[in-house]
């Protein structure tokens, strides 16, 4: 079988052989490009050494030496290029504790995860493959390369990666892989956090983002989110709800920004919805009380979530731009909307405009993942806030201090003093303006502004 491989890609290879030596493009590449999809990186393999590689080609830039791996530019493009190698004995569970380069290709796919990375291509031989890739593919199965069990010992990472694989390309893993993640998801405790991180990250952007679900039958998210294994066990039990607390929330990641390749948001946003639909209710289970009713109440759940979202966020090593919006967003996830010009305006000033696009899709989100009966009239509820928020943006409407028409600056100018008491003044004059768009006028801040000044009470409360 001929694959079309880029022009780059080529020469590197034609390069590399012309030069005596083995080259291949291989791992996922070579499994995105038998699936039709376009590859996001090639990565090259070949049985020359570093040295060798970096003598051939004329721009080069050491990546990873001692792992065997040179980046080679071409134009403005780079590709890395490994040298074939085994992978020595693993210590805790992560770090082969020394590389060794050999000049057989046999080796080298080896040592690969699953066997739809473990293929590699180049068009004198074909497609190589050793352990039944292609079929694997074929059937949509996450197999690991050898003995399961073996391979998550040397790497826990592996465990994560077959459930983000599953996740990615909506692929079953396979028996006895699977039964290996059950046996050694301990394993995983050893894992970096930025590792888990990106591994679950990958996870929740993805199309199938309800493999999720598979993360608490195997025994994973005991060891890295204990937190979604309370909500998994957590009924709702309130006629708002039809699922567990965890169900619901895989629901409602599921929900959120719609498939990959709708763009209705950037990566970024969608990283940050997804996360924020995973924890949004995750301290359900921690604030839950019975009524007199009988129903399950949740009384300061997104409170309490957003702290304990940030102290998630943070043991993972989110960025904090990111943890700053998951947080925020769960805090406010469960605002009522007072469905007036001025509650929607006030809602606003409290939650900020940049964050509202989110939330409203946050909100829409969590209401498909509630009970059925009562799905439709929460979105009206919800449209008819869009609707309000969509005139106040419009109306170009005043909701924070600088959307005012008037500024510290022109207080001072005015003859007033800097400090503590014009904050005030300037926040009493935002909450006149958010009640009353129509005061936002020079003029009429100023006179108010002097009013304020001469009325004690206003500063003294
Ligand atoms: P993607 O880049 O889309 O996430 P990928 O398969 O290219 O998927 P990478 O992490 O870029 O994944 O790794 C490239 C290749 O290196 C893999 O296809 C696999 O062959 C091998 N590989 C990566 N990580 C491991 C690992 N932890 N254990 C064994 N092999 C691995
Ligand atoms: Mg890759």
Not at 85 to 90: H, S
Not at 130 to 140: H, R, V
Not at 421 to 426: P, V
Request: hydrophobic residues 40%.
């Amino acid at each position: 079988m001929e694959f079309q491989i880029p022009e780059k890609v080529q020469y590197i290879i034609d390069t590399l052989m012309s030069h005596g030596y083995e080259a291949y493009a291989v791992g996922g590449c070579v499994r995105d490009m038998i699936l039709g999809k376009n590859p996001e990186d090639w990565d090259i393999t070949t049985s020359a050494k570093p040295d060798e590689v970096k003598k051939i080609f004329r721009r080069t830039v050491d990546t990873g030496i001692a792992h065997g791996t040179v980046t080679v530019l071409i134009n403005r493009d780079h590709f890395e290029v490994t040298t074939f190698r085994l992978d020595g004995v693993y210590e805790d569970n992560r770090h082969p504790k020394e590389v060794l380069f050999t000049r057989d290709i046999k080796e080298d796919l080896k040592r690969r995860d699953f066997t739809i990375n473990a293929m590699a291509y180049n068009h004198r031989d074909g497609i190589i493959d050793l352990f039944g890739g292609m079929e694997d593919l074929k059937n949509g199965l996450i197999r690991c390369v050898g003995n399961a069990g073996e391979r998550f010992d040397e790497d826990a990472l592996r465990i994560l990666r077959a459930v983000r694989f599953s996740a990615q390309l909506d692929f079953q893993i396979e028996e006895k892989t699977r039964k290996a993640i059950r046996a050694k998801a301990a394993l995983l405790k050893n894992i970096s956090a930025e590792r888990i991180r990106m591994e679950l990250t990958k996870l929740l952007i993805s199309d199938h983002p309800d493999r999720l679900r598979m993360l608490y039958e195997l025994g994973i998210s005991r060891v890295i989110l204990p937190q979604f294994d309370r909500m998994m066990e957590t009924e709702h039990n309130n006629i708002h709800h039809i699922y567990t607390v965890g169900e619901h929330t895989i629901k409602t990641v599921c929900y959120v920004a719609g498939s990959a390749a709708e763009n209705r948001f950037s990566p970024r946003e969608r990283c940050i919805l997804r996360w924020t639909m995973l924890l949004h209710d995750v301290d359900k289970p921690s604030t839950l009380t019975v009524g007199k009713d009988g129903q399950n109440h949740f009384y300061g759940h997104p409170e309490k979530g957003a702290a304990t979202a940030k102290r998630i966020l943070k043991d993972l090593k989110f960025d904090n731009n990111t943890l700053e919006a998951v947080v925020h967003l769960i805090k406010w996830h469960n605002y009522k909307f007072l469905l007036t010009p001025q509650g929607i305006r006030r809602a606003a000033a409290k939650i900020g405009k940049e964050y509202m696009e989110l939330l409203f899709e946050v909100m829409r989100a969590d209401s498909c993942g509630k009970n059925p009966a009562y799905i439709d009239d929460k979105l009206k509820e919800l449209e008819e806030a869009r609707r309000l928020y969509d005139e106040m943006i419009s109306k170009n409407e005043c909701v924070s201090l600088k959307d005012l028409k008037i500024s510290g600056r022109d207080l001072i100018e005015a003859g007033f003093k800097p400090g503590r008491d014009m904050g005030i003044i300037l926040n009493r004059l935002l909450e006149a303006v958010i009640e009353n768009p129509a005061l936002n006028n020079k003029e009429t801040l100023l006179a108010m502004a002097n009013s304020f000044m001469n009325d004690s009470n206003t500063l003294s409360n």
